[in-house]
């Protein structure tokens, strides 16, 4: 079974600060994982993946994710966060050997403060 | 364009009626999904649509939940004597052709399902 973990309900940064907000995972086979994040009121939005290549992916926003396949983790991160970045993120991961299911982690709500 | 819509926004119901919600995928996307976020939880996979194959129900919690996609396109998730419990927001999402299950997946905004 595929599973996600996303080990802070909450992580508070200050405004120019960087930001990391943490994802593990479990998979059986090859892990295809990815980042969402949901602003209030709206529905939620691709910020980036990682399928295969370089560990280093950079998405939407100025976001970016390091796969530690080691470590099992791909946590999110921000060289400098904006208030604007404040929003509920999810992990997720499909197992690559098995079927069609996108496990979401439960969720990691960032504030970033002015 | 036009994302993925859903209908209705909110939905309150009387414990065992039954419940239709609607999902409108992006256009020339062939692969549709059905996930359900309960209050202060993560996204739980449903059943998930990909062109004229099967679906894979796998997902579905229970026989009072089933799902159609008629004409490859418009989805309706039906939910049979609702229960309490099954008071949450359900979320479509739909990814284009191509690249299989690595492709990102759009998502709607989601009906928000209230059970009294």
């Known amino acids: 079974a595929q599973s996600v973990a996303q080990p802070e309900d909450q992580v508070n940064v200050a405004e120019g600060n960087p930001l990391t907000v943490k994802c593990t995972y479990s998979v059986s086979g090859n892990p295809y994982l990815f980042w969402y994040v949901q602003y209030p009121n709206r529905g939620l939005q691709f910020l980036l993946k990682y399928i295969t290549g370089d560990n280093l992916v950079k998405g939407s926003y100025g976001f970016e994710a390091e796969f530690n396949k080691s470590q099992t983790s791909f946590h999110l991160k921000k060289p400098s966060a904006l208030v604007s970045d404040s929003a509920l993120y999810f992990c997720a991961v499909r197992d690559g050997n098995a079927g069609n299911m996108l496990t979401f982690g439960g969720g990691t709500r960032l504030m970033v403060k002015p | 364009g036009a994302g993925v819509s859903q209908s209705p926004s909110n939905k309150v119901t009387e414990k065992g009626k039954d419940v239709e919600l609607r999902c409108d995928p992006i256009?020339?996307?062939?692969?549709l999904y059905w996930y359900r976020q309960s209050l202060g939880q993560g996204l739980e996979f449903l059943i998930y649509?990909?062109?004229?194959?099967?679906?894979?129900k796998s997902g579905l919690p229970s026989d009072r939940f089933s799902a159609e996609r008629t004409g490859g396109s418009v989805s309706t998730l039906t939910i049979q004597r609702t229960q309490q419990e099954d008071s949450a927001v359900y979320l479509c999402?739909?990814?284009?052709?191509?690249?299989?299950?690595?492709?990102?997946?759009?998502f709607g905004p989601g009906t928000r399902l209230t059970v009294t």
């Open positions: 649509f990909q062109g004229n194959s099967a679906p894979d």
């Open positions: 999402a739909s990814s284009p052709p191509g690249q299989g299950l690595v492709n990102e997946q759009y």
């Open positions: 256009s020339g996307h062939t692969a």
